[in-house]
């Protein structure tokens, strides 16, 4: 299992939560209503999570409401990654 980082990116014009996941950073976008942003990461991660099981840890020093919200979403994250996991192992369709 390898432990990625998610971090916090805070901009004038957008905030964002930032996953890096095998030299790739992923971005969802927190000020705006995008479930498209949001689809086109997860399948991202999806093709990455075909290549072996990962989780991420969120770094961030500041504790304010978009820590604890993105803390929150990492946590779920996480847990979503390993059901989708184990459903790939269980159909084989991870990658060699």
Known sequence: ?????????????????ILNVNNQALEIILTEDNPNNVKAVFNSLLKELKKGFFIFEL?????????????????????????????????????E
């Open 59 to 95: 770094d961030d020093s500041s504790e304010d409401l978009y820590y604890n919200i993105c803390k929150e979403y990492v946590t779920q994250l996480n847990t979503d990654l390993k059901s989708v996991y184990d459903e790939l192992s269980d159909y084989e369709l991870l990658e």
């Open 1 to 17: 299992m390898v432990t990625n980082k998610a971090k916090i990116n805070r901009n004038d014009s957008k905030d964002s939560l």
